[in-house]
């Protein structure tokens, strides 16, 4: 199924048609989820790929065996891909999902069930830079003219999966007096694995013993899962993803905004993001490592560290 140029608009967001279609997407909302099921939520380049494998060595106890032989699309499919019907029906055991859709879609297929939802948020600078290289490798996905404009499309929400804002606001909307509902960032596992794990572990009643969490630990590391080739993309064609562009696993670091955004650009997106998140008790990590702040209100900022003056 290549369809490399079709997209599919789904109540009005809009979904690659090389892994979408109307049926799938429709399979999607009306889906009947398990109370055994776990489903993984996320805006794209956020950490999901991570949490998959972090799921996959959970609930393998840390054996690494299935997270070494069968791919992540394979272990934990995407709900509103047109494959996911197939390998849900050849799982045994508890079935991990993953989705990238918003809650509004999904919100009916998962009232009433007692299905555990992890949702993992990143630090949408960092998500907009992801997705950008990753437009540029994915052929499947439109290809950006350049930074500025791709940034353009991200705060206003038309990119495909539509909008980080909602998405984020959504889902997280729904974490209130829910104990089926995991909330995590990028930044949380980036800075304490082995504490994420657990606190992952806990929630999936599913606790690790010492040795267990270190297996999992270094199979979950970023240099295991780049070498990997279940989980770093490798084993797709080159006319679906264009390795010579780039790697699907990049570089799996925090802060990395700052190498991309001009001082300009940080100060507008600063701008959206406190009028799209007013009210939220969210917070993200925005620096890089040894420089670990809290995104600071719009008039104490002037200006971004490292800031790249042109990314034309």
């Known amino acids: 199924m290549a369809r490399l140029d079709v997209t599919e608009t789904f109540r009005q967001i809009t979904f690659p048609g090389h892994l979408h279609t109307q049926e799938s997407l429709r399979y999607a909302t009306d889906f009947q989820f398990r109370d055994t099921d776990t489903l993984i939520v996320t805006y794209p380049k956020s950490g999901t790929t991570w949490m998959q494998q972090a799921l996959t060595l959970l609930f393998s106890r840390g054996d690494a065996t299935l997270a070494q032989s069968v791919p992540n699309w394979a272990r934990a499919p995407w709900l509103e891909q047109y494959y996911c019907p197939e390998v849900l029906k050849a799982a045994q055991g508890p079935r991990i999902i993953t989705t990238h859709l918003p809650h509004h879609l999904l919100a009916p297929a998962l009232q009433g069930s007692k299905a555990k939802v992890i949702y993992v948020a990143r630090n949408p600078k960092d998500v907009a830079v992801s997705y950008y290289h990753f437009h540029k490798m994915a052929n499947f996905l439109p290809q950006p003219r350049s930074f500025a404009e791709f940034l353009d499309e991200f705060m206003a929400g038309t990119l495909h999966y539509g909008s980080w804002f909602e998405h984020v606001?959504?889902?997280?909307?729904?974490?209130?007096?829910?104990?089926?509902?995991?909330?995590?960032?990028?930044?949380?596992?980036?800075?304490?694995?082995?504490?994420?794990?657990?606190?992952?572990?806990?929630?999936?009643?599913?606790?690790?013993?010492?040795?267990?969490?270190?297996?999992?630990?270094?199979?979950?590391?970023?240099?295991?899962?780049?070498?990997?080739?279940?989980?770093?993309?490798?084993?797709?064609?080159?006319?679906?993803?264009?390795?010579?562009?780039?790697?699907?696993?990049?570089k799996g670091k925090i802060g990395d905004w700052k190498t991309m955004f001009t001082v300009e650009q940080s100060q507008r997106f600063d701008q959206v993001f406190q009028s799209e998140m007013q009210g939220s008790q969210l917070s993200f990590v925005w620096g890089c490592p040894g420089h670990l702040e809290p995104v600071e209100p719009l008039e104490t900022r002037t200006s971004v560290e490292n800031p790249i003056v042109s990314v034309a």
């Not at 909330?183 to 994420?196: A, V």
């Not at 590391?221 to 993803?241: G, H, L, R």
Request: glycine residues 4%; hydrophobic residues 35%; contains cysteine.
């Open 169 to 250: 606001r959504g889902w997280t909307r729904t974490a209130k007096d829910n104990s089926n509902f995991f909330y995590i960032t990028y930044e949380d596992m980036w800075q304490d694995l082995r504490g994420s794990l657990a606190r992952i572990g806990t929630f999936l009643q599913c606790p690790l013993e010492a040795e267990e969490l270190n297996s999992s630990l270094r199979h979950c590391s970023f240099s295991s899962m780049k070498d990997n080739a279940m989980v770093n993309y490798t084993q797709i064609p080159d006319e679906i993803m264009d390795h010579s562009k780039g790697q699907f696993m990049r």
